[in-house]
């Protein structure tokens, strides 16, 4: 027994040496066996009549018309002229090369080349090791604490644009919070909250609807029920408003219920003017269910703050919550840029800082911005309105467009209002792609981005909407090439076309200069192999 478990350790690290060993040999083995095959090649050329085939081919391609390969080449040029658009599209519209992803896909599983996982690192375990960060964690989609009404103000979009400014995945997501979120334990389900579950699925807006209804049936106190119709139904913030406070009034002591229904409450007066009560309304919310800091309550806060302008109060909460030990939004950080923007933004002249340089408060303020940028690029394009809004999201992706879209759709109003703000963000927001290390092996105050934000934002914010991309990611390989196939293909077509004679004597310089090597390899192998060889080895 002891000897079997002492050999058990040493069996992996064996095998694990094997492999090495092997995939080490195997590049040498393949030039080895090329070797072989060419030796061969030579060594039956007489029985297999190799020259007799190769004059017979040198007959045939003399004579042909310049006409032919003029067609050839257009040809050559016309289908990877093709290719190279089909994979600009594919490269357009998910991120990546068609031929890459095949490739990867289907070959390399056949080669045997196993990936390394691309997401470990950044976190460590107790002991020391690395542990694997999957793209899950990295791209972890967010509950939009701002997110529209549905009904109220979604569904009042596609009334007027014909466009739906919400993906089903976006609302899958929500279907899925909410099934979570009001229903709780699943196997102690009553009718009305079966009734419900099933709702909350439904993809189609009036199939939902008749089922709250049918739910209200059920239990006239069935307070999810009257949520979905404050959500979807209600066409107005004023309707919305009561369908909450009656839900309100049927939640009892069921927290999450109660949380939702008072947070969007609060909503409702910020949307309807009543701004100081929905201060007041937030702040008692967030004393009440002080553990519940994950919602971002503080978030809808800060937003009706701002619009106070009650920039002390801001600042507070900023206190708070701008902390190292908790996680970042973008709210947070260009709030706080905004903040110590508005210091000094009323007086900036770019003219006169570049003469007697940066105070100490304007480089405060261009620090927060640099930080900011940092944290979340694509917001600066929509606060300049470089790049046109369109509604945000329910969920969102930190550091990616579908936050900046979701910030800057409430907050732009406030960067407005603070003079030269907007001037500050618009000379200083550049600059912070200087001090980020490239190619962003690491952040400079961050961490670095994540490579999935673009597959997640893509499934987030509606196709309509050109998705801001950061960092660039660059052509792939299979582009290029095609690109300069099709360009050497078209000019070798043209130049055939005009030039015959003069293209036909390159061709035999050139392919007299390619085929020099194969020649003297071929006499080094007559020295040392005679062509009676073979005659030799069959008398043997």
Not at 359 to 380: G, K
Not at 422 to 451: A, D, Q, S, V
Not at 467 to 494: D, H, N, Q, R, W
Request: charged fraction near 20%.
């Amino acid at each position: 027994m002891a000897d079997r478990s002492g050999s058990n350790p040493q069996s992996p690290g064996f095998t694990e040496k094997l492999k090495s060993w092997l995939c080490w040999s195997w590049t040498y083995i393949c030039v080895l066996w090329f070797a072989m095959v060419l030796t061969m090649v030579y060594v039956l050329r007489s029985p297999l009549k190799l020259q007799e085939t190769v004059n017979a081919a040198s007959v045939f391609l003399n004579t042909l018309t310049p006409k032919f390969y003029v067609a050839l080449t257009g040809t050559s040029s016309l289908i990877s002229g093709l290719i190279l658009i089909f994979e600009w599209w594919y490269f357009r519209k998910y991120g990546t090369s068609f031929i890459e992803q095949v490739s990867v896909s289907h070959l390399r599983p056949l080669l045997g080349v196993v990936e390394n996982s691309s997401s470990t690192g950044l976190f460590s375990s107790v002991n020391g090791d690395m542990e694997p960060r999957t793209n899950v964690a990295e791209c972890k989609v967010w509950r939009n604490p701002l997110n529209l009404f549905r009904g109220a103000e979604y569904s009042r979009y596609t009334w007027v644009t014909g466009k739906e400014p919400l993906t089903y995945y976006d609302m899958n997501l929500s279907a899925q919070d909410h099934q979570t979120f009001f229903l709780g334990d699943t196997q102690q389900l009553k009718p009305e909250d079966a009734v419900m579950q099933k709702a909350w699925r439904e993809r189609n807006p009036q199939a939902r609807i008749r089922a709250a209804y049918q739910a209200i049936e059920l239990n006239r106190e069935c307070a999810p029920a009257y949520v979905l119709l404050a959500e979807e139904e209600a066409t107005t913030i004023t309707e919305a408003e009561l369908l909450f406070k009656q839900a309100l009034k049927s939640a009892g002591k069921d927290t999450n219920l109660v949380v939702y229904i008072k947070r969007r409450l609060a909503m409702c007066a910020r949307k309807l003017g009543r701004i100081k009560e929905a201060v007041k309304m937030m702040r008692d919310l967030m004393k009440e269910f002080p553990l519940l800091g994950m919602l971002n309550i503080h978030e809808n806060l800060l937003e009706a703050l701002l619009e106070l302008q009650a920039y002390a109060d801001v600042q507070a909460v900023l206190a708070k919550y701008d902390d190292i030990s908790l996680p970042k939004s973008a709210t947070i950080c260009y709030t706080s840029a905004l903040l110590k923007a508005r210091a000094v933004s009323d007086k900036f002249s770019p003219e006169a800082a570049s003469r007697r340089g940066l105070s100490t408060a304007e480089m405060n303020a261009v620090e927060a911005i640099h930080r900011a940028v940092e944290f979340n690029p694509h917001v600066p394009k929509y606060l300049l309105e470089m790049k046109s809004l369109i509604l945000p999201p329910e969920h969102i992706l930190k550091r990616g467009d579908s936050e900046a879209v979701a910030y800057a759709f409430f907050h732009l109003q406030h960067w407005k209002r603070a003079e030269g703000a907007l001037n500050l963000l618009h000379c200083t927001w550049e600059g912070t792609f200087r001090i980020i290390p490239y190619p962003l092996e690491k952040g400079h105050l961050f961490y670095p981005y994540p490579g999935c934000t673009e597959t997640a934002d893509r499934e987030l914010l509606p196709s309509f909407h050109e998705v801001s991309v950061y960092p660039k990611k660059e052509l792939p390989f299979f582009i290029l090439f095609t690109a300069g196939l099709c360009s050497f293909c078209a000019m070798l077509a043209m130049l055939t076309h005009q030039f015959p004679e003069l293209m036909g004597v390159f061709v035999k310089a050139f392919f007299s200069t390619l085929f020099a090597p194969l020649g003297f390899f071929a006499d080094k192998m007559e020295r040392f192999m005679p062509s009676c060889l073979w005659h030799q080895l069959t008398n043997v």
